[in-house]
C-alpha cells in the first residue's frame, strides 16, 4: 500500500486521470434509476486524497478546467438565456428560480447561527445542494479554504437525488396531461394549381396567401422543373412542391390551392436536383439564411436538418456548425455549392481555438474588474464574467469573420471534459479533510444537504406551479435548471417527453449559475471574516 501510495503522490497527473477512470465507472453505477454520473469523479477523487494526501495535482488545472465548462456552457445557450430575459413565461421563470436560489441559500446561512456550522461548510452544502461546481469553486476562491469542498461533497448526492423524487412526486401527485410534441419531420406534397383565383398572380402574392409553416420549394411548369422567385407569375396546372412540418396546414393548402399530383416534380431531376451538405465552412456558418450569396442564383434551401429535427428555411434563420442543409440546385452547380457550404463532416467537430482564445481572455479581464455592492464593498465576478460573457458571445454567434460557436459535439467534450478535470483535483485536494470531517459530524451534513436541496426544489416549484401556474413540462424544465444537474433534465424529459423541458433548463441555467456565485461571494464577503 505504501507504494501505490507513493506512486499517486509523486505522479500527480497519474492520480488526476486514474480519478477520472475510476470515477466514470463509479458514476456508471445504477441503482433504480438514479447514478452519481460525472459527480462520481468528485467522491473518487476525496478517496483518493484521502489515501494519498499529497497526490493532488495543480490548483490551476481545476480553474482551467472550470473556464471550459463555464464557455462551453453561455455559448451553447446564449440565444435560449436572453431570450427567457424577455418572454414572458421566461421572466416567471426566472423570478421563480431565483426565489428558489435565494431561499436555499437563506437556509445555508441560517445554519451558521442555528447549528454552528463554519461558513465555509454551509455555503459548501448550499453549492452541493444545487450541483453547482461554478459556486464551488467562488467559495473557495473568496474565503481561501477547502471547508466548502467537504460540504459540497456530502450534500451532492442529495442536489441530484431529491430534484428528481420531487418531480417524481409532483407528477404522480398532479397526474397532468402532457401533449406530445408535433413531428419536425418535413412533409412535402405536389400541389395542381387549380384554383383560378391565384391566376396571374406573382409568387409573393402566392406565399402571402398560405397557411403559416408551408414553404413552397419549387414548381414545375410545361415539363420543366424550376426555382421560384419573385417575378414567378402563376399559372393555371403550374404544380407546386409545398413543404412544412404542420400536416394540417399543408392539407389546408392543397384545399386552398387545387389538388394533389403526386410525382411530376420528385421525378425529373434533369433541370434541378436535391442535395443535401453540412455547414461546416466559416463563411456561412453563424449567417442568416437571407443573407446568403449562393454561387449560383437559382439554389434554395429546402429545409435545414439540427440534430433530430427538420426546420423550415426562415430568412433570419441562423446557420449553424453541423447543420445538414437541404438544397434545389441546378445540376451544373452542385460542386459550387458543395464547396460554398464547405460540405465536411469533419469540420463539424472542428472549432477555433482563435475564438476561444479571444473569447476566455476577454471573460477573464472582465472578471477582474471590481463591483462595488453597497453594504458589501467590492467583488470582483471572476469566472462569472466569463460565463456572461460567454453568454453574450452564444447569442451573437459571430462577429465579422470571428465564429464565436460551436458544434455541439465539440462542445459537449470540451466542457464535459473540462468539468471532469475540474472535479477531479478538488476532489484529491480537499480529501484529506472530508474524511475528518465525515468521521466527526457526517450524518448532520447529509441532513443539512437534504434540507437544503428540498427547499429550492420546494420554492421553485410552488412559484412555478402555484403563483404563476406555468405548464408542468416547463415548471420541471425551470426545476431542472434551477438545480442544475443534467441528470435532473433527463428525468424531467423521461416525466414529459416535449421540448419544454429543455428549454426551461436552457433559460434558467445559467442565470442560476451565476445567482448562485454572486450569493455565495456576496456571504463570504459579509460572514467570512
Known sequence: MDAIRTLLETQPLFSLFLTIALG???????????????????????AIGGFAPKAAPPAMLGTIGLLLFLYGVGIQYGAQFFRGLTSKDGLKANVAATLGVIGAGAVSIALVPIAGLPIDAALGIFAGSG????????????????????????AYPFGVAIP???????NAWLKPKIEQPAGQQIEILEIALLNPDFFGLKFPELVARLPAGVVIAAVRRAHHNQLPSNDLVLREDDVLMATGTDKAALQTAVSLL????????????????????FA???????????DLKFPAETCSVVH????????????????????????????DKIKAVRTYFGDSIKGTADFSYISIGIGAALGLLLGLIPVTIPGVGKLTLGLAALLLLALYLGKVRRTGSIVWTMPLSANLVLRNFGLTIFL?????????KFFATVAAQG?????????????????TAFIALVVFRLPFDTAIGVISGATGNPAILAFSSRIAPTDRPDVGYAMIFPSMTILKILFAQIAAALFGG
Request: net charge neutral.
Open 24 to 46: 466514470y465507472l463509479v458514476g456508471e453505477i445504477n441503482i433504480k434509476g438514479f447514478s452519481l454520473g460525472s459527480g462520481a469523479v468528485l467522491f473518487v477523487g476525496l
Open 131 to 154: 450541483t453547482s461546481t461554478a459556486t464551488l469553486q467562488a467559495i473557495i476562491a473568496a474565503l481561501k479554504t477547502d471547508g466548502a469542498a467537504v460540504g459540497y461533497s456530502v
Open 164 to 170: 428528481i423524487l420531487c418531480i417524481y412526486v409532483l
Open 258 to 277: 387545387g389538388e394533389l399530383q403526386p410525382g411530376r416534380i420528385a421525378s425529373h431531376r434533369e433541370d434541378i436536383d436535391y442535395i443535401r451538405v
Open 280 to 290: 461546416s465552412k466559416p463563411g456561412v456558418v453563424g449567417c442568416a439564411i437571407g
Open 304 to 331: 435545414v436538418r439540427r440534430g433530430d429535427s427538420d426546420l423550415l428555411p426562415a430568412p433570419d434563420l441562423i446557420l449553424e456548425v453541423g447543420d445538414r442543409v437541404g438544397l434545389f440546385v441546378p445540376r
Open 424 to 432: 477531479a483535483q478538488v476532489g484529491i485536494a480537499s480529501g484529506p
Open 443 to 459: 450524518a448532520s451534513f447529509l441532513l443539512y444537504g437534504a434540507l437544503i436541496a428540498l427547499s429550492l426544489v420546494a420554492i
